[in-house]
């Protein structure tokens, strides 16, 4: 089975503080995405990444950046938290194409005081 | 840009009833998917049931079933014979086939399930 990790399943930060994000897949997965998940507001995508170093702003980039040096690896970066990123933070990967099924890790809470 | 909506927050169904949770979406595009995804209480999303836009027959997962209207742009999920493991969060999502593999999601509903 395919195993998207996120180590950390909750975390806090005070405001101003840089954050990293790790997720990690096993599968040799081409796609790679980065979704926070709000209360009333579902799932909304960050950043997504096709290929090792290259990155996609999705529909809430603002305040967040991306890393993918690996290709199993894809970090979310906050430079510097605000407490208007307390949220669930969800990975998913896939192999590529458009039909490709998602598979996603069990996410990290974060909050920021 | 594609929305997808979710007009129940919450539902709640006896065990072994069925019940319908409802989803609608808006593109001008016509070759997408449409999905369910249940989130648990571990968090991990699991695909539920997918439907492809082009096929008029619903799609059935064993007791989840789909009701797809496409003129109304409506995507309703029915699941039949409750069970206690059915409570979670359930969400409807939308991906354009050129688009790569973006979703778009719904704000979700929350299912529980009465003993």
């Known amino acids: 089975d395919v195993k998207v990790t996120q180590s950390l399943r909750y975390l806090v930060k005070r405001t101003g503080e840089k954050v990293f994000l790790e997720c990690v897949q096993d599968m040799d997965h081409e796609n790679m995405f980065w979704y926070r998940q709000d209360p009333g507001l579902g799932l909304r995508l960050i950043y997504f990444?096709?290929?090792?170093?290259?990155?996609e702003k999705g529909d809430i980039p603002e305040g967040y950046s991306v890393s993918r040096e690996k290709k199993e690896r894809f970090s979310l970066i906050l430079e510097s938290a605000s407490t208007n990123q307390t949220s669930m933070y969800l990975c998913?990967?896939?192999?590529?194409?458009?039909?490709?099924?998602?598979?996603f890790g069990s996410g990290t809470q974060l909050s920021v005081l | 840009a594609q929305t997808v909506t979710q007009s129940q927050p919450e539902m709640s169904v006896q065990e072994a009833e069925t019940v319908t949770l409802s989803c609608t979406y808006d593109?001008?595009?016509?070759?997408?998917?449409l999905f369910w995804y249940k989130q648990p209480p571990s968090r991990q999303m699991i695909l539920v049931i997918r439907?492809?836009?082009?096929?008029?027959q619903n799609a059935t997962e064993n007791r989840f079933s789909v009701n797809f209207q496409k003129a109304a742009k409506s995507f309703s999920l029915k699941i039949s014979d409750s069970q206690l493991g059915d409570a979670a969060m359930y969400f409807c999502a939308y991906r354009w086939n050129n688009a790569g593999n973006m979703l778009t999601f719904g704000g979700g509903t929350r299912l529980m399930v009465k003993p």
């Open positions: 998913a990967s896939s192999l590529g194409g458009a039909n490709e099924k998602l598979f």
């Open positions: 990444s096709y290929d090792v170093k290259m990155k």
């Open positions: 593109t001008s595009e016509s070759d997408y998917y």
């Open positions: 439907q492809e836009a082009y096929k008029q």
